[in-house]
């Protein structure tokens, strides 16, 4: 699909905990082909500390209502700005933007691997794998059990695996200290995963170590968000790429990451 | 519909509307979002003799109504642009200019030279105000001396009009800009990012990778129209004016202080369609206060 610049309209705003928000927002235009792992930039209100667009995971299309839902997480002045819009307020936003993670070709046993709010453009991803009929494992990290904003969402779309640093979900421990990551990982055809950089870069590894194909879908700092500014580069094989239209979802082989 | 049309040094404009160098690509990134060729013109992205992989991240900072980049004139060089980019700019049928920069004085005679055989560049921005390089760039545009000897060398060798990018980072713009019309600059652009600084005080460390970089967006917009009012006082060539423009007031107070013509830059970034929402707020204006054409109002700051 074109990338577009418009004001959408917000049609839910739903409080998942103390800091994140899902909103749905709404085109007045219909929507076609979004791929799972593509972002939006959308701008916030506020002070003049807030000046550049803010980028998000879909999170999900809705092609019925022409909407898509955005997960966010309260970091600074403009996601909280943006997780205070109510019904009927208008968002101007850019989107579809960046590449996507890529599908299977043939039927695959595939692991989703999310940690925080990282696990936003996985939900996309999981439920166009459901829909080709691959058998989808959902492991899910976060700090502590409320952080699993969305897990109940996932277990639509595969079967779900959780780990909290604090225990109080799942295996205690990161990501990677999950029994899934143990003897028969490379029993997977392929690892999708989002999440902070130093997880995505573990689970690198250890794809990398049993041979396994992974894809990470990356966050950087960026301007525009459609490849003019070139702000957010990351270190590839072929040099700097621009993480918002190379990426943001990279091959893992693409990038400088052996260490 | 007022008037709009321009002639800049050598060059005319549709419309005083044009995109700076950086925050445009090759114009087809906007392919998408409108007409490219509603512009009055773009500047393509700095290009260099040889290719330029560009500084390491982070090279972007945020800031009070602005921004502060560090990216180094990444680029696949001229013979990349040539080859690889250029076929694809043949479709637009609006001014198009390449941002020339280099590290020595032969390198943007080679540059120019090869870009003298482009047919459809209509001219060439050379700029000597790149504060994100380590050698060349903004030494080149900091020094009369300096500034003269690049535009001479390159007035020999291109034979299509030369606009000539300033650096804020001086500490009188008049002397470079009168240094720059002696040597045959056609035109004059101005201003290009501010040098500044951004420090995260939780870590205490710089954000950006070269801690120093450009600051633009409205936050230098104040710098930029003082100092396009100094230039517009200094020469006669036709100035390009740029710095922290979001929307049509913003390019008519440029008008007023002595612009012909106006880019716009880090807006490009929030808003693709600022340009058109530019364009027609600049038609609305002048028919709003009742002039004719735009050079009407060139400079016409009521003193």
Redesign the interface.
């Known amino acids: 699909m ?4 418009q004001n959408l309209q917000v049609i839910s705003n739903r409080r998942l905990n103390k800091d994140h928000v899902l909103l749905e927002l709404k085109s007045e235009i219909p929507l076609e082909g979004i791929l799972p792992g593509q972002f939006a930039n959308i ?1 916030a209100n506020g002070s ?6 803010r980028p998000f995971s879909i999170y999900q299309v809705n092609y019925k209502c022409n909407s898509i839902s955005i997960l966010i997480k309260v970091v600074g002045e403009g996601t909280s700005s943006l997780s205070m819009s109510v019904t009927g307020d208008t968002l ?1 936003v ?1 989107f579809p933007l960046g590449a996507g993670f890529t599908l299977p070709e043939k039927k695959s046993k595939l692991l989703l691997v999310g940690g925080g709010v990282g696990v936003a453009p996985l939900m996309l991803l999981a439920s166009l794998l459901k829909q080709g009929g691959h058998h989808v494992d959902i492991l899910l990290g976060a700090r502590s059990s409320e952080d699993l904003v969305v897990m109940e969402n996932f277990a639509e779309f595969g079967f779900v695996h959780t780990t909290t640093e604090d225990g109080t979900h799942g295996v205690k421990g990161y990501v990677t200290d999950h029994p899934i990551f143990g003897l028969n990982l490379d029993s997977y055809d392929k690892i999708y995963s989002c999440g902070p950089e130093p997880m995505m870069k573990a689970v690198a590894r250890l794809a990398r170590t049993n041979q396994v194909s992974c894809e990470v879908s990356l966050e ?16 590839t094989t072929e ?2 790429r621009c993480v918002c239209t190379d990426g943001p979802v990279f091959e893992i082989n693409q990038l400088k990451w052996q260490n | 519909m007022a008037e709009l049309s321009i002639d800049i040094g050598g060059l005319t404009l549709k419309n005083p509307v044009m995109t700076a160098s ?4 090759y114009g087809t ?1 906007f392919d ?2 409108f007409d490219v060729n509603t512009l009055g013109g773009f500047v393509v ?1 700095g290009t260099t003799l040889h290719s330029r ?2 500084n390491a ?4 900072a ?6 502060l ?1 560090a ?1 180094g004139l ?1 680029n696949g060089g001229v013979k990349y642009f040539i080859s690889s980019i250029y076929p694809r700019l043949l479709k637009y049928n609006t001014h198009i200019l390449v941002n020339v920069s280099g590290s020595t004085v032969e390198d943007y005679i080679s540059c120019a030279e090869q870009i003298n055989e482009l047919k459809h560049i209509s001219a060439i921005e050379l700029n000597i105000s790149c504060p994100n390089v380590k050698e060349g760039g903004m030494a080149f545009g900091t020094s009369c001396p300096a500034a003269e000897a690049v535009v001479k060398a390159v007035r020999k060798v291109y034979h299509q009009p030369i606009m000539v990018k300033l650096s804020p980072n001086v500490t009188d713009i008049a002397e470079i800009a009168k240094a720059v019309e002696a040597s045959g600059a056609d035109s004059i652009s101005l201003i290009n990012t501010i040098l500044a600084m951004a420090i995260d005080a939780e870590s205490r460390k710089p954000v950006l990778s070269t801690i120093t970089g450009g600051l633009s ?1 409205p936050a230098i917009k104040p710098i930029a129209l003082r100092m396009v009012w100094q230039v517009y006082q200094a020469v006669k060539v036709p100035i390009v004016g740029m710095g922290g423009i979001m929307n049509a007031k913003d390019a008519i107070e440029f008008f007023l202080a002595g612009a012909s013509a106006v880019q716009i830059g ?1 807006a ?6 600022v340009t058109q929402h530019t364009i027609l707020g600049i038609d609305n204006y002048l028919e709003r206060h009742k002039f004719k054409s735009i050079k009407d109002i060139i400079g016409c700051l009521q003193l």
């Open positions: 074109k990338k577009l610049v701008l003049h500390q807030v000046f550049l667009r101007s850019i950087n700092t960026m301007a525009c968000g459609y490849g003019v500014c070139l702000c957010c580069v990351t270190e040099g700097h | 950086g925050t445009f690509g990134e998408d979002f992205k992989q560009g991240y982070p090279r972007m945020e800031t009070p109504s602005g921004m980049n990216v990444q967006g880090t490009n970034f929030i808003d693709p369609l």
